[in-house]
């Protein structure tokens, strides 16, 4: 009886949505208007109501639940091997639309009909186009790039289906995650075009161009990637295949909930997973004690404790590349060759487009405190007494004072200027500031381990001579070491000059004319004695004359 009662309590709370979602939709007088207008505001107004019925169903369901007047479909468990091409249902997410495909080119051709039907807002150099596919709402000039942004919607539209019934094949829990931006797509500024050697076709649909990829990796002689400046070659077909996808950014599938989309199944089960970590998981992390859902997560989560890389120019050792160029770009290039990003308000230059978009919130944070306060001052009698902020939780609690006296603060910065001031505590050359981690009492503690490879530790340890800056002036010594093929463009070798040498020996870099349009540079680090200790490859794709 019991069972029966939820039962009519959750499909009575489904019919209540239902009816509140219908009443919103008959406000007809207010949507007229809007409509009317030459702007979006009805389009993102009519998407947001849409994706907050969907985001309040319950979460026991098995995707996002359909809205009114939708059709209802369930996930189908296929064959893993027909998991892309058998019981696909591609729906058509653009506004007032709706359809249901099962034939992948039909739905090509009937998105891409939709570009005639794209909302276009009249500005003052001209028109701009807006999708109006659900929770998208890109913008465009340039109508060639809306016909190209429909084309991927189409294709992302597969990818969503494939990952529909992949939770069911694959026995997958359900995402988790916000799922208001699941259809932005990246932004698509150029045609697709083949670096295929011999090759230079265009397309505008990226589907078009994955086919014709396919063809050159179908009859390519003896498996080699003839992909400009690449020339890998492998054993199997399968490899080749795979490595190509690397060239072309194809994906396979996608989350269905938030949208993303994975290059193979097992990123897609690691997506899932990591958000549905059981709180009894055996696999415990020994230096943090966070919890995985694998074995294989666990030993990805381990790697990121673990630094690898180290700085040549400072102290510092990092877990990955990446830190390890975010670390040499805040720390040693020079302001005028790191500070790219130029803020358009003040005369703030930012190191990466994210600082900027951090930068440029203060401007607007100023400006409505601003406002607020000259609306203050007009209408005094109205105002109304602000209600006081909830204080932050403490969370962070220092490891060095005692046990009864222990300071437990609200942020890790405040708790950095206790450990500074109070304890006289420094963080180790190289690294700018101290690290927390969360300990079994649920509080935030410094991390006072610092796990290093041996390879890195010798490094540092032997030869760490204090810090240095980069110096721009080097001057370079430019030499052909391979001719092009069929395969691979000319190659080039670049090293430092010795001054030492004559400069009769040198190639003056300027005579250089080179007349392939790929070019791999090889770039070399040589010791005070002409040896050379690492080399990297440059693919440079401009003409120099």
Known sequence: MGDGGEKVSVAKQKLLRCMDWLQKQNEEPTKISLQNKNDIQFIIQTNA????????????????????????????????????????????????????????????????????????????????????????GHKTSDFIEIVRHLNYHSYHGKLLAIGFNGRATLKLPRCKKDSTKRNQI????????????????????????LDHVKQHTNYAEQLVCSWAGCGATFSKKVMLVVHVRSHTSERLIACYHCGSHFANNRKLCDHLRRQNVAANSPYVCEVCGSRCASEYLLVEHTRQHVSTYACSLCDMSATSPAALAHHVRYRHLAPH???????????????????????????????????????????????????????????????????????????????????????GAQWSFGHSRFRYQLCE????????????????????????????????????????????????????????????????SDIDTKEVQLEEKNVEITMCDVDEKGNIISSEVIKSEFLYT
Not at 51 to 69: I, R, S
Not at 373 to 401: G, L, V
Request: proline share 4%; hydrophobic share 30%; net charge neutral.
């Open 49 to 136: 109501a849409r994706k907050n019925f969907l985001l309040a169903a319950a979460e026991d369901e098995a995707t996002v639940p359909t809205a009114v007047n939708e059709r209802s479909i369930e996930p189908k468990a296929v064959s893993l091997h027909k998991l892309r091409v058998e019981n696909l249902n591609m729906e058509c997410e653009w506004q007032s639309c709706r359809t249901f495909f099962t034939d992948y080119a039909a739905y090509q051709d009937h998105v891409r009909n939709h570009a005639s039907n794209v909302h276009v807002i009249e500005t003052e150099g001209g028109v701009q186009y807006v999708c109006l596919w659900d929770v998208c």
């Open 186 to 209: 990246p932004i698509l500024n150029s045609d697709y075009q083949c670096m295929w050697v011999g090759c230079e076709e265009k397309y505008n649909s990226i589907q078009m161009f």
């Open 337 to 423: 060759h790191a500070r790219l990003h130029a803020c358009p308000h003040c005369t703030y230059r930012a190191v990466t487009q994210w600082d900027l978009r951090q930068h440029i919130l203060t401007h607007k944070r100023k400006k409505k405190a601003d406002d607020t306060k000259e609306f203050s001052d007009e209408d005094n009698s109205e105002s109304e007494s602000k209600p006081k902020k909830k204080k932050s939780t403490r969370m962070y609690a220092c490891h060095m004072c005692p046990e009864k006296n222990m300071k437990v603060l609200s942020r890790g910065s405040r708790l950095t200027t206790h450990l500074v001031k109070v304890h």
């Open 441 to 504: 009492d649920g509080m935030y503690r410094l991390t006072t381990t610092r796990f290093e490879s041996l390879e890195v530790s010798e490094k540092i340890v032997d030869g760490y001579t204090g810090p240095k800056e980069l110096v721009s002036n080097f001057e370079f010594k430019l030499k052909q070491v391979a001719e092009p093929t069929d395969t691979t463009p000319r190659r080039y070798e670049i090293t430092l000059k010795n001054p030492k040498e004559e400069k009769e």
